[in-house]
């Protein structure tokens, strides 16, 4: 089966493995394996045993994704405007390494919105550009996140959704994400 | 010469194209060829130019990436408690691809004391976990930021520098890590 890495702050939910038993369920029923940021590797380097938790913790993540089709990305804002630098930093390796990214967020307002919000407002120049109280540029490309983030979706021909749902507790959204990366994913062969 | 790539936030300074150039200043010193994001490509793909800015911007700065032995990457906390997402997504990009990655920050103050400040508190068990607000564990192994950007800077062989400096306006932080980053990239091969 193609597998594909459930990238997310998920983790953090304070009951991880039965939440993310249950978005492996989902991809089950679309014919996709779903390998979790907590799932043991199968055969882990033996010298990883004397490294410290957070490393064991990082080198297993990037193995388990070196080992998937796809990276399913729970890009939902995450403590401020923008997804979870954990889960950036998945996307980003993942597209180094050639994979789909399909991103997928439980809330609906677009990047400039939030990062407004977030910064308490800003100051508009005439030509309509934002620039935060530090002085620094708001970007403002009409995009769910930082351009970075959404170009890899788009390049790798990954699907992007979101919805405003009940943020931590909802999984139709990721559930639309699925079928979308199933019906990338499985393509049947074209027949000549 | 070898090249390393200039991400950060940066990018969004008002003199942002001054600024990047005082950083290939500072990496030109140690004898290192600085890449900005900004950098036009010698020869970019024709069919680049029929794609939205966003697009093109993104697929430059892989480019860019593509053609570096490093990425020195500006880790200072930007609109959250953690890193520019556009630099987080450029980091994993750079190690999905093997490259070396260096981090610096204008700011001291460890991940775990930047989040519960953010989130405006939290809640702590008797175990010593915090949770923030919507119920979501605060990561917490003593680290800068999340862990996989720490690990990413270790895992391979690059140097994290961070100390409290004015937060845009500060190259020192960044010129001590060009220095290690030269160290390390610039070793003489070992005679036999």
Redesign the interface.
């Given at each position: 089966m193609t597998k594909v890495y459930l990238a997310g702050?998920d983790v953090?939910?304070?009951d991880a493995a039965d939440w993310l038993g249950r978005k492996k369920a989902i991809c089950a029923g679309f014919h996709l394996t779903g390998v979790a940021p907590l799932d043991d590797l199968p055969d882990p380097p033996a010298a990883w045993a004397a490294l410290?938790?957070?490393?064991q913790?990082?080198?297993r993540?990037?193995a388990h994704i070196r080992g998937c089709a796809a990276v399913i990305a729970n890009l939902t804002p995450f403590?401020?405007?923008?997804?979870?630098?954990?889960t950036?930093?998945?996307?980003?390796?993942?597209?180094?390494?050639g994979l789909k990214v399909f991103g997928y967020a439980t809330v609906a307002a677009p990047f400039l919105a939030r990062?407004l919000a977030?910064?308490g407002g800003g100051r508009r120049d005439p030509d309509g550009s934002w620039?935060?109280p530090?002085?620094?540029?708001?970007?403002q490309?009409g995009?769910f996140?930082?351009?970075?983030?959404?170009?890899?979706v788009?390049?790798s021909g990954g699907t992007m959704v979101h919805e405003d749902q009940d943020?931590?507790h909802d999984l139709s959204v990721f559930e639309r994400c699925i079928e979308a990366a199933a019906a990338t994913l499985l393509q049947p062969p074209l027949s000549g």
């Open positions: 702050p953090f939910l304070p410290p938790e957070w490393r913790l990082a080198l993540n990037e403590r401020g405007p923008s997804a979870d630098v954990g950036v930093y998945e996307v980003g390796y993942a597209r180094g390494l990062t977030s910064i620039w935060d530090d002085g620094l540029l708001v970007e490309f995009l996140d930082n351009l970075m983030i959404e170009a890899a788009t390049d943020r931590w």
